[in-house]
């Protein structure tokens, strides 16, 4: 297991497409291990593939909120075969933002088909802050952030401040409650 770095934006490696995973084989395994660490040590509700400079359709998410036990999932080449009419609107904050949060709409509920770490093509219906989290790392594997759904004026104010913070320094400490 590895703990690996988390690109911050604004980044150009972030706005990239991601391609498809061939095969869910061993070392696509231990990558999505590795990144399941990497967000719980962050800590964070989900991380995508792009974020640690892996241009692969792979996530991993945690929704298990306190202390509910932990309840991971990992995902390659994440399709949303059905969304609902019914939108949401929930407070989004990104483990490539950090620190910023602003409420994004998205589909309240989904349904997702994915081939799991063994390899197997699995579906399943998301709600609640499942079906945000997933649609939240979805966006990063076509080099979408949270900022992009919301108006320019903010997106902007953000992505200013954090390229502020880039220059000052690199070690400031993260409070991510509730980041992706
Ligand atoms: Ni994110």
Redesign the pocket.
């Known amino acids: 297991m590895a703990l690996l770095d988390i690109i911050v934006a604004p980044d150009p490696r972030l706005k990239r497409k991601a391609s498809t995973v061939e095969r869910v084989d061993a070392a696509t395994a231990k990558l999505m291990a590795d990144m399941l660490e990497t967000m719980y040590d962050a800590p964070g509700v989900?991380l995508?593939a792009p974020?640690i400079g892996v241009l692969k359709r792979i996530i991993v998410v945690d929704p298990a909120r306190d202390d509910a036990p932990p309840a991971p999932m990992m995902m390659a080449n994440p399709e949303i075969i059905w969304s609902s009419e019914e939108t949401k609107l929930h407070e989004e904050g990104?483990?490539?933002l950090p620190d910023e949060y602003e409420p994004v709409t998205r589909p309240d509920r989904i349904k997702v088909r994915y081939v799991d770490e063994h390899n197997e093509i699995r579906t399943i219906d998301a709600d609640g802050l499942l079906a945000v989290i997933i649609q939240?790392?979805m966006d990063?594997l076509d080099g979408v952030l949270?900022v992009d759904h919301i108006s320019g004026l903010k997106r902007n104010m953000i992505l200013r401040r954090l390229t502020k913070q880039k220059k000052m320094s690199t070690s400031g400490k993260r409070h991510a409650v509730e980041s992706?």
């Open positions: 989900g995508a974020q990104c483990l490539s939240h790392e990063h949270f992706a």
